[in-house]
């Protein structure tokens, strides 16, 4: 006989990184489950989907609801509103690997998060893998540590790579810490180490 999931949590998960690094992308990866060639940023100012997610965890399967928010290019213009970030379960922190510019945004958008969705943790995407990197590993690792970041992956949005396996890893943790009744994740996917404060 199959085994039927639990019953399911909803989270809330939110893009956040500078314009131009394939958070849109992601979005429409997330929601198709493909790449979609041509995707833009839809007209309106917010843009959000729902997917519901079984995951195997070792007690039982369970179900899990995401709402996934793309900040629509609203970044450009420094017009993210609160109710972009009220209530978010999780923080997806996108750069480009081909950008150093985007990695050197990465700390002002980790304070935003701070200041805006302080309990939720973050988790940091590289994304464009599919292309030639031009940052080394271990700055993005070094960052991870200094910002205890609770996760870091590498992902292509065009190819596919990792996109899946990063939302599943990042679902799942948030399960399990719904189901321990802690609070926010405070142990991250990989060791870290003391962090500076944020310099807001």
Request: contains cysteine.
């Given at each position: ?50 997917r519901t997610m079984q995951l195997s965890l070792p007690q039982a399967p369970r ?20 109710c972009y970030y009220r209530g978010t379960d999780a923080v997806l922190l996108v ?106």
């Amino acid at each position: 006989m199959a085994t039927v999931p639990l019953p399911g949590l909803k989270f809330k998960l939110i893009l956040l990184g500078d314009f131009g690094v394939g958070k849109t992308t992601l979005f429409h990866h997330v929601r198709a489950g493909r790449f979609l060639q041509g995707a833009h940023a839809p007209t309106e100012h917010l843009a959000i989907c729902e997917r519901t997610m079984q995951l195997s965890l070792p007690q039982a399967p369970r179900l899990a609801q995401i709402s996934l928010w793309d900040t629509a290019g609203e970044e450009r213009f420094l017009s993210l509103s609160s109710c972009y970030y009220r209530g978010t379960d999780a923080v997806l922190l996108v750069y480009s690997v081909q950008s150093q510019l985007s990695f050197d945004s990465l700390p002002h958008w980790v304070c935003m998060a701070r200041q805006h969705c302080p309990e939720a943790p973050i988790f940091l995407l590289g994304n464009k893998t599919d292309l030639e990197p031009c940052l080394p590993e271990d700055k993005a690792e070094k960052f991870s540590v200094e910002h205890r970041i609770a996760g870091r992956f590498n992902v292509s949005a065009k190819t596919g790579e990792n996109v899946d396996r990063c939302v599943q890893d990042v679902v799942r943790l948030l399960v399990l810490e719904s189901d321990a009744g802690c609070g926010r994740l405070t142990v991250p996917l990989q060791e870290a180490g003391s962090s500076s404060p944020c310099a807001c």
